[in-house]
């Protein structure tokens, strides 16, 4: 295959491949928080299987002493059904809603709040009094706290604390302690999952930028290989030919510069994030001729570099128009008006002006220098372009900007 000829991708001529898969597979409407979450999730389940075992081996452990084992084991069987579902329930992040969160606390605290009718007053009393979920009911709290985060973790710690309270008839420091832990476990979980999440998140969208930029890479090539090469000959015949052959040639050849730099990444779009600041006074600077005035504040006018090259390669659009529309020797005036929180630039000529729907027709035919060069570079860089011209008025655009 010929360096000029149209590279076959993504099923059409020319057109770009997938992009590359990032590596961390979501699937429809799996998106990264939610698979951290389904993590988080699995790994409860897992808690809540080990505590269950532990709390029914405590209280068979002490059966023979319960002043109702029937309804012991009805609890007991409670918490096995429920933990089996929310083991289920949890695992697809659509249905972790509030209500599910809701009924997983309610259920612990009947089961916490069954204790004395279950166990009697006397096992109640005892320097080892325990509960009939004893730590089951650690796993609501710390599926609120996965789910929600810390704060909504301790509110639900609070919750099944006071039901615990509520049911104790003398108070230990093992009791306050496993109170203090169950608040800080809450806490500490919750603030956890919120920094998993965020750090899935921005991996997440590094990748996908990643992707992004190679797949811009490989464009690059295709470009290169293709429109690029085939300005340079125009340029370079162009200038052989002489006549108007020579003025196509310079056009190819500034049009090839132009296309040069959106492949390398300079375009609008990549203007916020260039974080160091340029004057936009001394990049016009070059543009004062003796027929264009630039004129703006006595001090410096600091924007991002990124978006001080997209002023400027507007202004020059902007005065180019002049010198093929009015006459290369056409005056111009450049303004620049440094309001704080933006900045305006206004481009004023004294010609014929452009007749109403002139602009409206250029772009249904295809061809968009005004409507690209001039408001596309604008709008990209989160401004507006507002054109005042009529018959007989001369052309005036004012470009507003926000800093960022």
Same mark, same amino acid.
Request: proline share 5%.
């Given at each position: 295959?010929?360096? +000029? =000829?149209?590279?076959?991708?993504?099923?059409?001529?020319?057109?770009?491949?997938?992009?590359?898969?990032?590596?961390?597979?979501?699937?429809?409407?799996?998106?990264?928080?939610?698979?951290?979450?389904?993590?988080?999730?699995?790994?409860?389940?897992?808690?809540?299987? %080990?505590?269950?075992?532990?709390?029914?081996?405590?209280?068979?452990?002490?059966?023979?002493?319960?002043?109702?084992?029937? +309804?012991?084991?009805?609890? +007991?069987?409670?918490?096995?059904?429920?933990?089996?579902?929310?083991?289920?329930?949890?695992?697809?992040?659509?249905?972790?809603?509030?209500?599910?969160?809701?009924?997983?606390?309610?259920?612990?605290?009947? #089961?916490?709040?069954?204790?004395?009718?279950?166990?009697?007053?006397?096992?109640?009393?005892?320097?080892?009094?325990?509960?009939?979920?004893?730590?089951?009911?650690?796993?609501?709290?710390?599926?609120?706290?996965?789910?929600?985060?810390?704060?909504?973790?301790?509110?639900?710690?609070?919750?099944?604390?006071?039901?615990?309270?509520?049911?104790?008839?003398?108070?230990?420091?093992?009791?306050?302690?496993?109170?203090?832990?169950?608040?800080?476990?809450?806490?500490?979980?919750?603030?956890?999952?919120? +920094?998993?999440?965020?750090?899935?998140?921005?991996?997440?969208?590094?990748?996908?930028?990643?992707?992004?930029?190679?797949?811009?890479?490989?464009? #690059?090539?295709?470009?290169?290989?293709?429109?690029?090469?085939?300005?340079?000959?125009?340029?370079?015949?162009?200038?052989?030919?002489?006549?108007?052959?020579?003025?196509?040639?310079?056009?190819?050849?500034?049009?090839?510069?132009?296309?040069?730099?959106?492949?390398?990444?300079?375009?609008?779009?990549?203007?916020?994030? =260039?974080?160091?600041?340029?004057?936009?006074?001394?990049?016009?600077?070059?543009?004062?001729?003796?027929?264009?005035?630039?004129?703006?504040?006595?001090?410096?006018? =600091?924007?991002?570099?990124?978006?001080?090259?997209?002023?400027?390669?507007?202004?020059?659009?902007?005065?180019?128009?002049?010198?093929?529309? %009015?006459?290369?020797?056409?005056?111009?005036?450049?303004?620049?008006?440094?309001?704080?929180?933006?900045?305006?630039?206004?481009?004023?000529?004294?010609?014929?002006?452009?007749?109403?729907?002139?602009?409206?027709?250029?772009?249904?035919?295809?061809?968009?220098?005004?409507?690209?060069?001039?408001?596309?570079?604008?709008?990209?860089?989160?401004?507006?372009?507002?054109?005042?011209?009529?018959?007989?008025?001369?052309?005036?655009?004012?470009?507003?900007?926000?800093?960022?």
């Amino acid at each position: 295959m010929s360096s +000029l =000829e149209p590279r076959r991708a993504g099923g059409a001529v020319g057109l770009p491949g997938r992009v590359p898969a990032t590596g961390w597979g979501w699937g429809p409407g799996g998106s990264p928080s939610d698979q951290v979450g389904t993590s988080l999730f699995r790994a409860l389940a897992i808690l809540r299987v %080990v505590v269950l075992v532990y709390s029914l081996a405590v209280t068979l452990s002490r059966w023979d002493d319960l002043a109702r084992p029937g +309804l012991g084991a009805f609890v +007991l069987g409670g918490m096995v059904l429920w933990t089996g579902f929310v083991t289920w329930a949890y695992d697809e992040p659509r249905r972790r809603t509030t209500a599910l969160l809701v009924a997983d606390v309610v259920v612990s605290c009947l #089961a916490l709040l069954s204790t004395p009718l279950v166990q009697g007053a006397e096992m109640m009393q005892g320097p080892n009094a325990s509960t009939v979920p004893s730590f089951w009911v650690m796993a609501c709290v710390l599926a609120w706290a996965a789910q929600r985060g810390w704060l909504a973790g301790v509110l639900a710690a609070a919750v099944v604390s006071a039901c615990d309270l509520s049911i104790r008839t003398t108070m230990t420091a093992a009791n306050w302690g496993n109170i203090f832990l169950l608040l800080l476990g809450a806490g500490m979980v919750g603030y956890s999952a919120t +920094l998993v999440r965020e750090a899935t998140e921005a991996r997440a969208r590094a990748e996908r930028l990643a992707a992004t930029m190679e797949e811009r890479a490989r464009l #690059a090539r295709v470009v290169h290989d293709g429109v690029l090469q085939v300005l340079s000959l125009v340029q370079r015949r162009g200038s052989e030919l002489g006549g108007e052959a020579a003025d196509l040639g310079r056009l190819a050849g500034e049009q090839e510069v132009a296309l040069r730099a959106l492949v390398q990444g300079t375009a609008a779009r990549a203007a916020h994030d =260039e974080p160091v600041a340029t004057d936009l006074m001394e990049a016009l600077a070059p543009y004062a001729t003796r027929a264009v005035t630039v004129s703006g504040p006595g001090g410096p006018v =600091e924007l991002p570099g990124g978006m001080v090259a997209e002023l400027v390669s507007v202004v020059r659009a902007c005065l180019d128009n002049v010198a093929n529309h %009015v006459g290369p020797d056409a005056p111009a005036w450049v303004l620049v008006e440094d309001l704080g929180g933006s900045v305006v630039v206004t481009v004023r000529d004294e010609g014929p002006g452009i007749p109403a729907g002139r602009l409206e027709t250029a772009q249904q035919e295809g061809r968009l220098g005004v409507s690209e060069s001039v408001k596309g570079r604008v709008a990209d860089l989160g401004g507006t372009a507002v054109l005042v011209t009529g018959p007989g008025q001369g052309t005036e655009w004012e470009l507003t900007v926000p800093r960022p």
